[in-house]
Nanobody, 125 residues
């Protein structure tokens, strides 16, 4: 069982940057990791995904060119670098690992089985 803890959220102004960190315990390195976000009344949606070995990444259209996902398996950590933040990026951000090992990092919530508790990101205009 992989346990995940997100950190790095906060309040920033539009145009600024934040880096979120997802620290894992357990057999982390064999699982693809995804970052998701959720606002009140909305479904949790995929933001970025990274394959178990870091060789493939996926992004939602709304964040392409602004967000970068990366991982360091030696440190059991995944990062989400967020640049040029917009008020629409305001949400609770969650990291998760795919249910099945050796995956490519999809953006489908149903592919993920282990979730962190989330970290709040607020972008003011």
């Amino acid at each position: 069982q992989v346990q995940l803890v997100e950190s790095g959220g906060g309040l920033v102004q539009a145009g600024e940057s934040l880096r979120l960190t997802c620290t894992a315990s357990g057999r982390f390195s064999r699982y693809a990791v995804g970052w998701f976000r959720q606002t009140p009344g909305q479904e949790r949606g995929g933001v970025a995904g990274i394959a178990w070995n870091g060789r493939r990444t996926s992004y939602a259209d709304s964040v392409k060119g602004r967000f970068t996902i990366s991982r360091d398996n030696a440190k059991n950590t995944t990062y989400l670098q967020m640049r040029s933040l917009k008020p629409d990026d305001t949400a609770i951000y969650y990291c998760a690992t795919e249910r099945i090992p050796w995956g490519l990092g999809s953006l489908r919530k149903g592919d993920y089985g282990n979730w962190g508790q989330g970290t709040q990101v607020t972008v003011s205009s």
